[in-house]
């Protein structure tokens, strides 16, 4: 079974504290998807990342995808209440199958 | 936004009892998903569809049912609900986003099920 670890669980913050979010797997993707979801909404598409190693800004976010396409990151800069929210990493499997591991989530409080 | 529709979005119903809920989508993506999400547990797929009566199994498919007919429509089916399928449930589309070529997925708002 492939499992995407995702770390920290929760993460309360003080507004403008930086903070990062990992994503970690034995397994390689295809791509890797960031979402962020509010309560009682679908989650929203971030950001995808596909080359390893690349790296994607989003105004105060920054996404990383490892060089081995097995895991990534998502650094926030300067914290706002309005990052609040449930972080999920998705993985695109390889084996053609079009389907995606999702990691358990990190939910984030930032406190004004 | 896909276009992507769930009904109900709410429903409560009883154990033992069969309960259908639909995704609807406008944008005649192929690939459609079913998940569900819990606490602790993120996001586990139930069932896909590949195409029109196309479908296959995901990680948690016992006790759910999926159908096809037409390309807008994907319809999962608790067969006889158990308390253990209260959940929330998404509907996703892999579609073409903001990575040019490189497919991703979007969801629908979410049908909240409780089963009693």
């Known amino acids: 079974t492939q499992l995407l670890e995702q770390s920290p669980q929760f993460l309360s913050i003080q507004e403008g504290e930086n903070l990062t979010v990992y994503c970690n797997s034995s397994?390689?993707?295809?791509?890797l998807q960031w979402y962020r979801q509010e309560p009682g909404e679908g989650p929203v598409l971030l950001v995808t990342?596909?080359?390893?190693?690349e790296v994607k800004k989003l105004k105060r976010l920054t996404f990383q995808f490892g060089d081995a396409r097995k895991d990534s990151s998502l650094h926030i800069t300067a914290a706002q209440p309005g990052d609040t929210g449930l972080y999920l990493c998705a993985g695109a499997m390889t084996s053609g199958t079009y389907k995606y591991i999702f990691g358990t989530g990190t939910r984030l409080k930032v406190l004004a | 936004d896909a276009g992507i529709t769930q009904s109900p979005r709410h429903k409560v119903t009883e154990t033992g009892t069969p309960v259908t809920l639909r995704c609807h989508q406008t944008e005649n993506h192929r690939y459609m998903y079913w998940y569900r999400q819990d606490p602790g547990h993120g996001l586990r797929l139930i069932h896909y569809?590949?195409?029109?009566?196309?479908?296959d199994k995901g990680e948690v498919s016992d006790g759910y049912s999926v159908s096809r007919s037409k390309t807008e429509d994907f319809l999962l089916t608790l067969e006889s609900a158990t308390s253990s399928q209260t959940s929330v449930y998404f509907c996703?589309?892999?579609?073409?986003?903001?990575?040019?070529?490189?497919?991703?997925?979007?969801f629908g708002p979410g049908t909240r099920l409780t089963v009693l």
């Open positions: 990342v596909v080359t390893g190693g």
């Open positions: 996703a589309i892999r579609g073409t986003g903001t990575s040019g070529s490189v497919k991703e997925q979007f």
């Open positions: 397994s390689v993707f295809s791509s």
């Open positions: 569809s590949y195409g029109v009566k196309d479908t």
